[in-house]
């Protein structure tokens, strides 16, 4: 590798002299002879052998090794353009988005995450046609230094975000080669999903060709946006819940027993002996709460090893967790879990518009509506909705997937709301740790909460009396000795308390729209897919 | 459990006649013989059978199952109570964290977290004998719920928080009963370690009876200190690199091929096939930089599956991860990673004085220090002070865990400071992704940071190129057919790089000067303990 700096076109500002231009340019030839990925980029002596005089001011870069700091040289960012027009040289780094060369010009479009910019580089003084033949042979998606002024144009150009500038390039350096042929375009992965082409090109990137090139994948303007949004969902939900006092633990994932009966856990070897994956943080999120911590949450990893192939599950997935000590009244959490969700969408709403609307150039998604505060039904109300809509459901009978979905048109329909909460489920249906209903023994103090007619949160008032705790999992048959160090916990004294685990992906996906919870996990992980 | 709501003392405000308080005082009386852990609380009418005129004002409450609201009932922290001095009842919840029953007279110490009040009922119109009784009996650490008036106090209470002020109580109840045998004492457990005790009462509690009894151990004022520091060296790492441009990310712990080798891996079974857990997020971090994410963190579980029992490792911990897109030279990121370290070092000092102090009243510990910016050495600069210091190691030898410790003494002794970033670690002992000194061989891109002496986190510039990555790999002997995901994903252009992982942990550990990384872990994961 070390020789491949003497190889490649001088990256310095200086002349060089034919003599010396020509030696480099043969070495130039040599270094793409060996490099596979290079073979397509025109060398500087490519054509008719005449003087270059703009050797020196394009090429291949040496691999940026930390050799010099080169500290005088000041970026420029895209969408910052347009406070320099007019301000002399500037330098920028970005992707070739894509490049054309046409006769004495070529125009390239640079791209910075999800702002582009013209580039335009004509055969004069300054640039050679030598140098518009390499620009215009550089592989896609490669990384690029360009030294360029930036000027104004009286004509909009439509197909950049930056549209009332371009960039006169004087020197222009590939810093990182992309491979000639790419598995997907980024222009195909980006195309609008419900529109018709007039011209017929409707190109589409389909899931798995997407999730198998994710590097590529996630460089589209919704991709970009989608996970920026996803840190914005995490940001919002740890600091309002910090400011209501909640403090963030860190739980297990690799704990000794089945959290929830043993279904559908993966097992881990664990040195001689088994070990399980975590199906959720609860046990220790309700520890923290016997341990004085109050109110507390976590963000984490949380696995499922349920053989489920749906637009909704993944086996590996991030739960937004929390659990709070309450004084009389589970509604008090409840009432504190349903203000975080209509804080979290007023966030989004406020801070995160530029990212819904980039992902809404992609995908055509109606805004997500919300009440303030938000809507509660019991679950009786929700079942006497779906059979006032002709549905037959029993009282304690669970929501398939497509009553909870006509239940959400139904909410919307009546009350102009994408997010509600249902409360009061039927205790039967329910796990043991669940506290029943005390005022009606086939209901329980437990609650769902649904975006766009998904379930994306589930939690309820714990048991916290460890007697009690007893009787209700000898109910559920459960063996008493493998969950004695859970109700352990609750013989030191346990204040009453309640919680509830997010889907994270989930919230993501509704919030947006989507169909495919794979669109916003950034790794997605189900029973088929492990890679990359 | 319904029942149970009939039978114990009325936790209504009402006074309740004779004949109902005896009916109420017998069934009291039934609800301990029932409930095993009730047995040690006097009922109403123990002793004499006199009538008690405080009856309905004390007792166990009913399990609190979201039977009522009770919105009128405001509830003050101990740490207010001194705005309310004078002025009325109050409600308070919390612990019983000691009592004493002295004749006529009971002084109870209420526990809120780390906060205490010393509270006291003497028989009187409003107290009766009974009540004072029931009072003494209340097995320590239960969930209590008292209404009192917070009066002046002339001379200081040094065994509370709360000095210059105590609580008369009017009514008390039980809301969750602790068993009457702890197996370990709270004051036992946050007594001073360094001390000598007079009175010859130096009763520690050791680790593992800490650990296996964690939901009670986690309540002493130095571990409800600990906890809320760590949260706070999470929240202050997110909030800095925010600040910075970064963007959060969440990486897969189920991964399908051992990200570095095999060795000290767990192995996952995964539907019919298998899988490991994530010994690092570097892979996907790397890929978020190569997919136009710029400047990326995450944090979130990291598994080792070596078996080292020392008192600085864990089988799981929390990794803070970051990774940077850099112009020209990994000082970049070097830097940006030294001063987020120093933004957190404040930020503790500032904001978290409190929780450094509690725990320092268990521990004693001198203050950490820093310098601004941090002190940057080379690797060559500690071997020369190792050295000089006697010691004999050679140029491309790793630092043994004594050496470590020793450099950080002679670091400490010659530039003050407990926080320090080696540089330029010898190519020999670092990955092969590791990128090599571009000016030196024998040396790589690559760094070290270190708390106390001891290291913290690790990173490098990685090689972002793909035929060298191969180059290196090679030389590695690494087989290149298992690593192809992750060489291929340079394939497509990638900007230079560097980035790190921080135990987040160690570092709460060594910024506390802990002894120990399960005193900074909630439930620590070892190869000899995976419970609770």
Redesign the interface.
Known sequence: ?VEEKEIVANAGQEQVSKKGAKKQAKAAKKAEQK?E?AANIAAADAGDGAIDHAAGRYGLSP????????SE?V?VAVHELSNHVGKGLLWL?G?LHTSRAKGKQCFLILR??SSTVQCILAVGDVISKQMVKFAGNI?K???IDIQATAVSVPNKIESCTEQTLELCVEQLFV?????AQ?PLQIEDASRPENTDDAEGLNIRVNQDTRLDN??????TPA??AI??L??GV??LF?DIL?EKGF??????????AASEGGANV??????K?S?Y?AQSPQL?KQ??I?????KVYT???V?R?E?SNTHRHL??F?GLDLEMAF?????EVLHTIGNTFTDIFKGLRDKYSREIEAVGQQYKVEPFKFLEPPLILEFAEGVAMLRGAGVETGDEEDLSTPNEKLLGRLVKAKYDTDFYILDKFPLAIRPFYT??N??NPIYS?SYDMFMRGEEIMSGA?RI?????LI?RAKHHNIDISKIA?YIE????????HAGGGIG?ERVVMLYLGLDNIRKT???P?D?KR???
Chains 1, 2 share one sequence.
Not at 214 to 219: A, F, H, I, P, Y
Not at 266 to 271: A, E, G, M
């Open positions: 590798m490099a990925t691999m940026i090794q930390s050799q010099e700091k080169r040289r970026f780094r992707r910075q995450q592989p998606e490669s990384i810093v990182s080669q992309a491979k790419l994710r590097v590529l994948d996630l460089r991709n970009q996970f920026r996803e840190a995490c940001r740890r910090t403090t963030e633990i860190h739980t297990p994932k690799i704990i000794s993966f097992t881990v070897s664990y040195f002996d070990a994956l220790y520890m923290a016997a341990a004085d911590f109050d963000v984490g990893a696995f090893a053989d086996t590996e991030v004084k009389y009244h589970y509604h506290m029943p005390p005022d103090n008032q916290h009396d460890p007697e009690y009787e160090a916990s609750f013989r030191y004294g346990c204040p009453p994270m996990s950034m790794f992980r029973p492990l890679t990359p």
